[in-house]
């Protein structure tokens, strides 16, 4: 995907007390205001590019799912729901088809072991 250009400059300027202070806008409108009047009429266009000016990607998700830990006292229940919407929202069952599912937690997992397997084969070349 494309990442949202957001003009930095705009916002408004106010006045407090008796000082003119410029006020930057949010990043979620700026990027709004960046889109095209067609892309601004388009529900999934404008929250891919609010998502994307505030860095919630698939990866964001997918460090919250892989980096989440146990701390005592949280209920199993409630980290296994939040251990299933991380996942949800980093693999996105809704939009991809099993195959690409299955692709990707493979290249994740390959991406993961690939470093054990190349230490484990440097120290075996300098023995």
Request: one cysteine or more; aromatic letters at 8%.
């Amino acid at each position: 995907t494309q990442r949202t250009q957001v003009p930095q400059t705009q916002g408004r300027e106010e006045e407090a007390q008796g000082v003119s202070v410029f006020r930057p806008e949010p990043p979620p409108q700026a990027a709004y205001r960046a889109l095209s009047d067609e892309a601004a009429r388009d529900y999934e266009a404008v929250k891919e590019a609010i998502l994307d000016v505030l860095d919630i990607t698939p990866e964001t998700f997918r460090r919250r799912f892989r980096g989440t830990p146990y701390n005592l006292g949280v209920r199993p229940r409630a980290l296994a729901q939040e251990l299933k919407e991380a996942c949800r929202r980093w693999l996105r069952p809704e939009q991809h088809s099993k195959e690409d599912l299955l692709d990707t937690i493979v290249l994740e997992q390959f991406l993961h072991v690939l470093p054990e397997l190349l230490t484990d084969q440097g120290t075996a070349f300098t023995s």
